[in-house]
Structure formats: structure tokens, C-alpha cells
Nanobody
Framework: QVQLVESGGGLVQPGGSLRLSCAAS????????MGWYRQTPGKEREMVAR??????????IYADSVKGRFNISRDNAQRTVYLQMNSLTPEDTAVYYC?????????WGQGTQVTVSS
């Protein structure tokens, strides 16, 4: 069982930035595809960004709504994936979840709240 712990959420003003972190317990972290998802009340959880087992550009995918503003990265030595969020808008307000996948196994973190408001 992979344990994922997110941190870094909070309240930020429009135009501001936040950096989310997700620390994994799995020693084979480098073999997992990692992703950030978000969910607001009454809506389905949506993919924000995903990074494959390598850090090559081709292994990184962003939702259209965050392209150019968000950046996903990973540090395999620290077993951590990051989401740098810039130019935040109220529409980015959501609970953000970290996800780890390998083969058919999927693991989720508990989520961290991000609120963008003046």
C-alpha cells in the first residue's frame, strides 16, 4: 500500500502562487506515474497534471486550463512530486489530490484544499 501525503494548500489571492507537495512512502517511487487532480463540490475529479516515470517533456501532460501557469515536477530521491501553481484564479479553487499509478494499481492522497479568493 502506497501512502501519499499532500501539503502546501491554503488561501491565496488571485494572481498569487502556491506550491503543492506530495510525499510518497513507496521505495519504488521512481517507477510510478504521478499526477495531480482536483475536485470541487458537485463535480467530477479532473486531471490537472501528470508526469511519467521520466522527466522528459513528452512524459508530462497538463489540463488545458492550467497550461502555462502550472508546472509539475518530481524528485525521485525525495519520493516527492510537486505542483507549482502560478497566476491562480478563483476557478482554481478545489481540493487537490495526488495520485500514484503503476500497472493497474492506483493510489490517492487525502487531498489538500486550495482556495483562491480576495
Amino acid at each position: 500500500q502506497v501512502q501519499l501525503v499532500e501539503s502546501g494548500g491554503g488561501l491565496v489571492q488571485p494572481g498569487g502562487s502556491l506550491r503543492l507537495s506530495c510525499a510518497a512512502s513507496e521505495s519504488l517511487f521512481s517507477l510510478y506515474t504521478m499526477g495531480w487532480y482536483r475536485q470541487t463540490p458537485g463535480k467530477e475529479r479532473e486531471m490537472v497534471a501528470r508526469i511519467g516515470v521520466t522527466t522528459r517533456t513528452a512524459s508530462i501532460i497538463y489540463a488545458d486550463s492550467v497550461k502555462g501557469r502550472f508546472n509539475i515536477s518530481r524528485d525521485n530521491a525525495q519520493r516527492t512530486v510537486y505542483l507549482q501553481m502560478n497566476s491562480l484564479t478563483p476557478e482554481d479553487t478545489a481540493v487537490y489530490y495526488c495520485r500514484a499509478t503503476i500497472a493497474s494499481s492506483v493510489y490517492w492522497g487525502q487531498g489538500t484544499q486550495v482556495t483562491v479568493s480576495s
